[in-house]
C-alpha cells in the first residue's frame, strides 16, 4: 500500500484513546476512532470486532451514509441528531467504510460487504459532476453545499476511492464494475483541484477551504471561516497529489506552485504561546521569537497573502490577539501544517 504519512497526523490527531492489538482481542472498551483501522489484520475477525461492526451497521442512514461525532461502536439511538447524519465531515462515512472493508476481508460476512456497497454508491452518488464532492449528501443548502476541503474531508473521500480503484487491501473484494467508477470519480476530483488553485496574477497558489460549487470560487462557510487561502486545508490536498501515480504535467505544477506558496507565506521568528491572561483565564497569543521556526495561518488574504485572524463578528484582523478569547482557545488559526511537506521533495 502507498505511504501516506499525512494520513497518519490526521489519524493521530482524531485519536482520544490509543488501544493495542492485544488489549483490544483481550476486550477491554473500544472508542470510535481512527484506531479501529489500525488494528492487527487477526484483530477483525474476532467477537469485539464482530460487535463494532454490527453497531456501524444500525447507524448507516437510507441514503447510505454515516453521521458526524457519533459513537459508532455503540447501537444508533431511536433520538440520534438527523443533523449529523449523511455528511464527509470529521471523518464520518470514510471511517466506516474502511472499517468495514477491513471486517469484509477478514470474516467475508455478507452483512458487511452489502453495507460497504451501498455506502461506495453512496459517495459515488454525492459527488458533483465538476468532480468535487459536499460537505453532505443529500444537499442541504448553506455552506454545506460547497466543495468541501475543509478538515481534510474531500481528500478523505478521494484516498479511499482511490485504494478501491487500485485494489488495494482492504479493498480487493470490490468488483471491477465498483473499481472502475471509483477510478473515474478520482479523475473528475483531481480535475477539478486543478480549477479551484487560486491563481495571483497567474501564479499559481493554493486552495480555499471551502469552494462554490458552480463558480468555483473561495467561498464563506461558517462566520469565522472566510474566502481565504488555506496554510492547513491546502497541506492535505498537496499530499493528495503527491500520491498520484504518474501525475500530469498540471498535477506537478500545481504541487510545486503550492509549496513556492507555502515556502514565501511562512510566518517567520513568531511562536504561539499559551499562557494566562490578566482575568487568570488560559489564553493564546502569538510572540516575536527570532529564530523560531516557522508558523502558517489557516487563512490568508486571497489578494495580499496577509494572515487572517477572524472571530465571530466575521471581520479580518492583522493579530491573534484582535479577536475575541473564545475563538483563540476554540479553534485553530495557527499552525506547522506545511512543515513536513516542505521537508518532503517526493514529486
Known amino acids: 500500500m502507498m505511504s501516506r ?34 488494528q492487527a489484520a487477526d484483530w477483525y475477525a474476532t467477537p469485539a470486532a464482530r460487535r463494532i461492526a454490527d453497531n456501524v451497521l444500525t447507524h448507516q442512514s437510507p441514503e447510505g451514509g454515516w453521521p458526524k461525532n457519533t459513537p459508532l461502536n455503540l447501537p444508533a439511538r431511536p433520538d440520534a441528531d438527523p443533523g449529523l447524519a449523511n455528511t464527509f465531515d470529521n471523518q464520518a462515512t470514510t471511517l ?4 468495514l472493508a477491513r471486517m469484509t476481508t477478514a470474516t467475508g460476512d455478507a452483512a458487511y460487504a452489502a453495507a460497504f456497497q451501498r455506502g461506495l454508491d453512496y459517495v459515488l452518488a454525492a459527488q458533483y459532476p465538476n468532480g468535487g464532492w459536499p460537505q453532505y449528501y443529500p444537499l442541504r ?6 466543495i468541501t476541503f475543509n478538515d481534510d ?3 478523505r473521500v478521494l484516498t479511499l476511492l482511490q485504494d478501491v480503484a487500485a485494489g488495494r487491501p482492504p479493498y480487493g473484494f470490490v468488483d471491477a464494475a465498483q473499481r472502475a467508477r471509483a477510478a473515474a470519480a478520482v479523475s473528475r476530483g483531481v480535475d477539478v ?4 488553485q487560486v491563481r495571483q496574477d497567474g501564479r499559481l497558489t493554493v486552495w480555499c477551504a471551502q469552494h462554490d460549487a458552480v463558480a468555483l470560487a473561495p467561498a464563506w462557510a461558517r462566520r469565522f471561516e472566510p474566502p481565504s487561502l488555506s496554510g492547513s486545508e491546502s497541506v492535505g490536498i498537496v499530499r493528495f497529489l503527491m500520491s498520484l501515480d504518474h501525475p500530469s504535467p498540471e498535477v506537478r505544477a500545481a504541487i510545486e506552485g503550492a509549496r513556492a506558496w507555502f515556502e514565501r507565506s511562512a510566518i517567520r521568528d513568531t511562536r504561539l504561546e499559551s499562557y494566562v491572561n490578566a482575568e487568570g483565564q488560559p489564553d493564546r497569543r502569538l510572540v516575536h521569537v527570532p529564530g523560531a521556526d516557522p508558523l502558517w495561518a489557516r487563512f490568508y488574504d486571497l489578494k495580499t497573502n496577509a494572515p487572517i485572524y477572524m472571530g465571530r463578528d466575521s471581520v479580518a484582523h492583522a493579530d491573534l490577539g484582535d479577536i475575541e478569547r473564545e475563538r483563540r482557545m476554540g479553534y485553530t488559526y495557527v499552525g506547522a501544517w506545511p512543515a513536513a511537506l516542505l521537508r518532503d521533495r517526493t514529486p
Open 5 to 38: 504519512p499525512w494520513l497518519g497526523a490526521v489519524a493521530a490527531s482524531a485519536l482520544t484513546s490509543v488501544l493495542a492489538p492485544a488489549a483490544l482481542a483481550a476486550e477491554a472498551p473500544v472508542l470510535w476512532n481512527a484506531a479501529v483501522l489500525t
Open 96 to 99: 466506516p467504510l474502511a472499517f
Open 141 to 146: 443548502g448553506g455552506y454545506h453545499d460547497h
Open 153 to 155: 474531508a474531500m481528500v
Open 193 to 196: 483541484i486543478l480549477k479551484t
